[in-house]
Every structure is written in structure tokens, then in C-alpha cells.
């Protein structure tokens, strides 16, 4: 079964308004990752907190994570038309202990459309 | 610049016949990964590799092989056991401490 759950699956919004996607995965994890993706594109890194930190920001980017509740948001705020993107959460798990390899497991995602 | 270079971006397959997609990164990363995701759906993965010569099955690997004779490469073979293989296959790269992936542009494979 996946790790990640997100939600909603999709979200539409207008320009300048806020977007915020939640994810919640099932096992204690190291850290937690967000990626974006453009239609048939690649992924590529928004963020990254680790799972002694409750809050992180990086521009217009938001994340949060709540690890007795087993969950992340990511808040997008003042959005734009170039926003327009599905979202993937992943947590890192490493049944070793330290950042050697564990396994990075994707959520299902969020479709996120930011009308002009 | 560095980064990911995966090929063909579309690639047609009749059923049966085996086909190799390809994955070359210029990062210096030693770990190199393959994914597979399928319309609607988060990404699931089907071969990584640590170090050259070395690589180790993912949660789908039935019917894909994999080798890692270069640092900087590492081929996906879609054989004619995976029973359904139309998907787009994203190859990632990262550092061993797997904090950030680096993806390719994916290959849409499509089975006629």
C-alpha cells in the first residue's frame, strides 16, 4: 500500500489565492519531501523538513510537519497560472538509522490548477 | 549543465519484444533509481542502484531488468514478461544521502 496519502486529489484556485495540500503516510520516517511535476515532465525538489522540525519555508513555500499525527501540508501562498502542477509528497524512511540508503515512497498526489 | 538525460521521450512497443530505455546523469551521484507511474497515480519504484556494479530490486520489478556498468548510466529493459508495460518510466539520480532526487524527463512506453 502506498506510504503517502494526499489530498484533496485535485484543488482549483484563482491567482492570489492560497493553496494548501496535506499528506499523511503511515510508518515514523526521517524526513519528508514535496516535488512538483508539469504535465509529462519530470519531478523536480520544491522542499524537504526533517522529522525533528516542525516548519520550514522557501519563498512562497510553506511545509509543515506534524509527526505524532503522521502528517505535512504544504502551503502555497499568493498562487500564479505557473503554479499550475500536481504535487507529490515523499517520506524517507531508513530502517538503518541515518540518511544511508532507506526508501523514498511517493504519495498518489494533488492536481493543483491556479486559473489567471 | 548537469543533470538527466533520459531517451527515447516516446517510445512504441509491440507486444512481445523487448525494449531498453535509457539513462545517463552527469551529476556525479552515485544512486541512481527507476520509477514507474501510471496516469493519476504517485510513483512506484522498480530497480535503484547504490554503486556500480551493484543494483537492487524495487517494490515492481517483475519483468524489468536493469545493469549499472558506468557510473553515469543506467538502462531500463522492459521485457516481454512485464504483462502491462504502457507507463511512463522516470529515471532519478541523488548523492547517497537520498535528501533530494534528481529526475529525467521520463519515457512515455507504449505497447501496441
Known amino acids: 500500500s502506498q506510504q503517502g496519502e494526499e489530498d484533496p486529489q485535485a484543488l482549483s484556485i484563482q491567482e492570489g489565492e492560497n493553496a494548501t495540500m496535506n499528506c499523511s503516510y503511515k510508518?515514523?520516517?526521517?524526513?519528508l519531501q514535496w516535488y512538483r511535476q508539469n504535465s509529462g515532465r519530470g519531478l523536480v525538489h520544491l522542499i524537504l523538513i526533517r522529522s525533528n522540525e516542525r516548519e520550514k519555508h522557501s519563498g512562497r513555500l510553506r511545509v509543515t510537519l506534524d509527526t505524532s499525527k503522521k502528517s505535512s501540508s504544504l502551503l502555497i501562498t499568493a498562487s500564479r497560472a505557473a503554479d499550475t502542477a500536481s504535487y507529490f509528497c515523499?517520506?524517507?524512511?531508513?530502517?538503518?538509522?541515518?540518511?544511508?540508503?532507506?526508501?523514498?515512497?511517493f504519495g498518489q498526489g494533488t492536481i493543483l490548477t491556479v486559473h489567471p | 549543465d548537469g543533470g538527466i538525460t533520459q531517451s527515447p521521450k516516446y517510445l512504441f512497443r509491440k507486444e512481445g519484444q523487448n525494449v531498453t530505455l535509457s539513462c545517463e546523469q552527469n551529476l556525479n551521484h552515485d544512486a541512481m533509481y527507476w520509477y514507474r507511474q501510471d496516469p493519476g497515480q504517485g510513483l512506484r519504484l522498480i530497480y535503484y542502484?547504490?554503486?556500480?556494479?551493484?543494483?537492487q530490486k524495487g517494490d515492481i520489478a517483475e519483468g524489468y531488468s536493469v545493469s549499472r556498468e558506468k557510473k553515469e548510466s543506467f538502462p531500463l529493459t522492459v521485457t516481454s514478461a512485464q504483462k502491462n508495460p504502457t507507463a511512463f518510466y522516470l529515471c532519478?539520480?541523488?548523492?547517497?544521502?537520498?535528501?533530494?532526487?534528481?529526475f529525467g524527463e521520463g519515457s512515455r512506453l507504449t505497447v501496441l
Open positions: 542502484s547504490q554503486i556500480v556494479n551493484d543494483f
Open positions: 510508518t515514523s520516517i526521517n524526513n
Open positions: 515523499a517520506s524517507f524512511t531508513s530502517p538503518g538509522g541515518g540518511t544511508s540508503y532507506g526508501k523514498l515512497t
Open positions: 532519478a539520480s541523488s548523492t547517497r544521502g537520498l535528501e533530494e532526487l534528481f
